[in-house]
């Protein structure tokens, strides 16, 4: 009963972590680490030089596609899937840009560009998340048929 149990676990764990699913999950994790340190950035106006942070997921994504492109794989059917294999390595990163100064006291951080990029960030947010949905409404929507 116990290794029906586990093949169960077993398929269903492999339908949920698709390449698609993966990527979005990622998004999230990624906007999710941009709003903190957005509002890490918002907290910290008024204090003496302090340098604004920033998130870099998209750059690295691109980065990593870049050196995807030069790898020569065969793929001997049109529909096999690609290599993900470099494409699970991209991580976002934080760094401070230390190069601008908004302020005579030393400080960067400047309001209304946080703000846009909060509201940015928000529209990214949502739109993953309704994207993520979307792939487990499917989903559901296919074991849900499958009983009929």
Same mark, same amino acid.
């Given at each position: ?19 698609? %699913? ?46 995807? %492109? ?45 703000? %846009? ?32």
């Amino acid at each position: 009963m116990e290794k029906t149990i586990d093949g169960v676990f077993t398929v269903i764990q492999d339908l949920l972590n698709t390449p698609a %699913a993966n990527w979005l999950e990622r998004g999230l994790d990624a906007s999710t680490l941009r709003q903190r340190v957005l509002a890490n950035n918002l907290a910290n106006v008024e204090t003496p030089n302090f340098k604004r942070s920033e998130v870099s997921f998209e750059e690295e994504l691109k980065k990593a596609q870049a050196q995807k %492109a030069n790898l020569a794989l065969v793929r001997t059917h049109p529909r096999h899937r690609p290599n993900f294999s470099l494409l699970k390595e991209v991580r976002p990163r934080i760094y401070m840009d230390s190069a601008s100064t908004m302020r005579n006291d030393g400080n960067n951080v400047d309001v209304d560009s946080e703000n %846009a990029k909060l509201a940015i960030n928000s529209l990214n947010y949502n739109t993953l998340t309704q994207q993520l949905s979307s792939q487990y409404s499917r989903l559901r929507n296919v074991i849900n048929e499958g009983r009929r």
